[in-house]
């Protein structure tokens, strides 16, 4: 039997989704505890954190219909991943000094620009690097190691605040040390001169990808497709608030942990379910998704025990990143690969408006209803759009993939 475990992984795929390994231990460690030191010692609202967790996820996410366009242009995706990288490692310090909202505002802000900066090309190099067969796999292991990250940085966050005696400004420095880590490993990596390598984004040749043969790519289906994914984001319920969730059921010093649940769902239905899609169906997988999510979302909300809370929410998070793993791999086989970086930023910067939208609104009922209310809106956001993936008007097209042939003629 070809199970995914036995099936032997790209070097180079191995190599991109070590580095974002690396560079989820830094953010890991310093957004598992930044909600609580926003709560708890500059005493922000729910619905401000909410606020301010959406707005610089849409702003990362703006950032990368940019670095994605340009990174068609210039055919070179690693300078972005430096970038990002080398501006991420740079900020984190600022938040030791940052004793204000303003202060964290404006460092977040940084922040998640360099994220931004780097998300749409990396995701585009995987594809580029990727079998067409494969890319559900490809992006679902990318996303295991990525947020494997959250597992290993949220427990190394855990142990510098108990040694520090709970001092945010050194754990916020010390987010710094695996971004560093991370700019040094990418910086030996070698995209280029692979005999294997067949992919023209990979060839440093400029040229103009917003050519009409190319943009014949980005048509209805796409289109229908960031729909789809704009309103199964408008109930996902942000990792600041479930960590201060998790401080109703446990103490406040130990809701961090939220974080590595987080990690360890992500890490094992990730791979799975995008290998799963690449054989049963892309489309089928995203429904048992949004299933799955929509009863964890459930159980959240109608149960006040720890061990309940806490395994829901890996399973809630595991869910999320497989489908945002299946959506980027139904991207990349249905747009021309020319204008990959292009297609994969505005995918971000859909569900960025999204995710922006729905911090906010959790946020105020979270402030107004308690966060249970938060909890059934998010689950019913997830069964209505599991109805909606069943409309044949709309989504039947997006079950084939023969858009794969119209890209191979476009090239």
Same mark, same amino acid.
């Given at each position: 039997m070809d199970l995914p475990s036995l099936r032997k992984i790209p070097k180079r795929i191995l190599l991109v989704a070590f580095y974002g390994f690396l560079l989820s231990i830094s953010t890991q460690m310093l957004y598992s505890h930044l909600a609580l030191f926003l709560k708890f010692d500059l005493n922000v609202t729910e619905s401000q954190i909410g606020w301010i967790d959406g707005f610089v996820e849409f702003l990362s996410y703006m950032i990368r219909i940019f670095s994605g366009m340009i990174s068609d242009c210039i055919c070179n995706r690693k300078l972005f991943l430096m970038i990002g990288c080398a501006v991420a490692c740079l900020v984190k310090p600022v938040f030791s000094f940052a004793n204000s909202v303003a202060g964290v505002l404006a460092a977040e802000i940084l922040e998640r620009i360099g994220n931004g900066i780097q998300a749409s090309p990396r995701d585009a190099l995987l594809a580029d690097l990727s079998d067409k067969d494969r890319l559900g796999e490809s992006f679902g292991f990318a996303k295991s190691m990525k947020t494997m990250g959250a597992l290993?940085?949220?427990?190394?966050?855990?142990?510098?605040?108990?040694?520090?005696?709970?001092?945010?400004?050194?754990?916020?420095?010390?987010?710094?040390?695996?971004?560093?880590?991370?700019?040094?490993?990418?910086?030996?990596?070698?995209?280029?001169?692979?005999?294997?390598?067949?992919?023209?984004?990979?060839?440093?040749?400029?040229?103009?990808?917003?050519?009409?043969?190319?943009?014949? &790519?980005?048509?209805?289906?796409?289109?229908?497709?960031?729909?789809?994914?704009?309103?199964?984001?408008?109930?996902?319920?942000?990792?600041?608030?479930?960590?201060?969730?998790? &401080?109703?059921?446990?103490?406040?010093?130990?809701?961090?942990?939220?974080?590595?649940?987080?990690?360890?769902?992500?890490?094992?239905?990730?791979?799975?379910?995008?290998?799963?899609?690449?054989?049963?169906?892309?489309?089928?997988?995203?429904?048992?998704?949004?299933?799955?999510?929509?009863?964890?979302?459930?159980?959240?909300?109608?149960?006040?025990?720890?061990?309940?809370?806490?395994?829901?929410?890996?399973?809630?998070?595991?869910?999320?990143?497989?489908?945002?793993?299946?959506?980027?791999?139904?991207?990349?086989?249905?747009?021309?690969?020319?204008?990959?970086?292009?297609?994969?930023?505005?995918?971000?910067?859909?569900?960025?408006?999204?995710?922006?939208?729905?911090?906010?609104?959790?946020?105020?009922?979270?402030?107004?209803?308690?966060?249970?209310?938060?909890?059934?809106?998010?689950s019913m956001v997830c069964v209505l759009c599991l109805f909606a993936g069943f409309s044949k008007r709309f989504f039947g097209k997006l079950q084939t993939t023969g858009v794969v042939s119209v890209i191979l003629e476009l090239n």
């Open positions: 290993v940085g949220a427990p190394i966050a855990l142990a510098i605040m108990y040694f520090s005696n709970g001092n945010y400004a050194v754990l916020f420095a010390a987010a710094s040390i695996p971004a560093l880590i991370a700019f040094f490993f990418l910086a030996k990596i070698n995209m280029q001169g692979s005999k294997a390598i067949r992919i023209p984004n990979l060839i440093k040749k400029f040229e103009n990808p917003f050519k009409k043969k190319y943009l014949k &790519s980005l048509n209805l289906q796409f289109v229908t497709l960031m729909i789809f994914a704009f309103f199964c984001e408008l109930g996902h319920f942000g990792e600041a608030l479930m960590t201060i969730g998790a &401080s109703r059921i446990v103490s406040p010093s130990f809701a961090g942990i939220t974080s590595a649940f987080m990690g360890i769902g992500q890490i094992i239905f990730s791979y799975p379910i995008g290998w799963l899609s690449d054989r049963h169906g892309k489309l089928f997988l995203i429904r048992i998704c949004l299933f799955l999510a929509g009863i964890s979302y459930a159980l959240i909300a109608t149960s006040n025990n720890g061990f309940v809370y806490f395994f829901s929410v890996a399973v809630l998070c595991g869910q999320h990143a497989s489908i945002q793993a299946i959506f980027l791999s139904m991207i990349s086989e249905r747009i021309n690969p020319r204008l990959r970086g292009t297609a994969i930023g505005i995918f971000y910067c859909t569900i960025g408006l999204s995710y922006m939208l729905s911090s906010e609104i959790c946020g105020l009922i979270c402030e107004n209803f308690g966060y249970e209310t938060a909890f059934l809106y998010s």
